[in-house]
């Protein structure tokens, strides 16, 4: 699996877009970018993924580059309730077996 | 709405006791894995399942063993707990490779907290 760099924590003002960057320079041509989000003591949560084309759902956005070396998770309004864990992972498409969720950015929103 | 359920939030036990941490999904899902989460180590698989009575080795199986007499339930075993294995247990499910979602869409419970003592 390609390896994912992430900014360890990140803070966000309530109300405005949360910009989450993800950088996966070895990533090859079959695999996907997944994000996930855990909130404190609770399971992690599947939020997006795609392959190379921005994608939109109703929790986030997905921003990959052309190169698709890296790629940007957008929560257009954050709220204290994102507050959370976020982990971007990288993984051809139908492997879950082995899904390997590294360190992720801790982000904060704050009021 | 709850999909994924892990039936203990919270358990203690003492060292050599026999553990049973049990799950059990509701959307039909072929795929299910067992997880633990440590500080500093994030989450490391311990098991899964592709099919009934069908199980592979994760990253850590050693202390572990696991169940999977329905499609919807997938039970982890400590044979003999012991303290390192003191942890967050996490279990999850995902629909087969084919499908919009793919088998990386996993579905998480909230977790079983096991001290043992």
């Known amino acids: 699996d390609a390896k994912t760099t992430q900014p360890t924590s990140m803070d966000c003002a309530e109300g405005r877009a949360a910009n989450l960057p993800c950088n996966h320079s070895?990533?090859?041509?079959?695999?996907?970018v997944y994000w996930y989000r855990q909130i404190h003591s609770q399971g992690p949560q599947y939020i997006i993924h795609?392959?190379?084309n921005n994608e939109t759902n109703e929790m986030a956005s997905l921003i990959i580059t052309e190169d698709r070396k890296s790629s940007t998770l957008i929560l257009p309004h954050a709220t204290l309730r994102d507050t959370a864990v976020y982990y971007c992972?990288?993984?051809?498409?139908?492997?879950?077996?082995?899904?390997?969720f590294g360190g992720g950015t801790r982000l904060m929103v704050k009021p | 709405d709850v999909k994924v359920t892990q039936s203990s939030r919270y358990l203690v036990k003492r060292t050599g006791e026999k553990v049973f941490l049990e799950c059990v999904q509701d959307?039909?899902?072929?795929?299910m894995f067992w997880y633990r989460q440590d500080p500093g180590l994030g989450l490391r698989l311990i098991y899964f399942?592709?099919?009934?009575?069908?199980?592979e080795k994760g990253d850590i199986p050693e202390g572990y063993s696991v169940s999977r007499e329905k499609k919807e339930r997938f039970s982890l075993i400590l044979e003999s707990a012991s303290t390192n294995q003191t942890s967050m247990y996490l279990c999850?499910?995902?629909?087969?490779?084919?499908?919009?979602?793919?088998?990386?869409?996993?579905?998480f419970g909230a977790g079983s907290r096991l001290t043992v003592l």
């Open positions: 999850a499910s995902s629909p087969p490779g084919q499908g919009a979602g793919g088998a990386n869409v996993l579905t």
């Open positions: 070895t990533i090859s041509g079959n695999e996907y």
């Open positions: 795609g392959l190379k």
């Open positions: 992972i990288v993984r051809v498409r139908n492997a879950g077996n082995m899904l390997t």
């Open positions: 959307m039909d899902h072929e795929n």
């Open positions: 399942s592709y099919d009934v009575k069908m199980k």
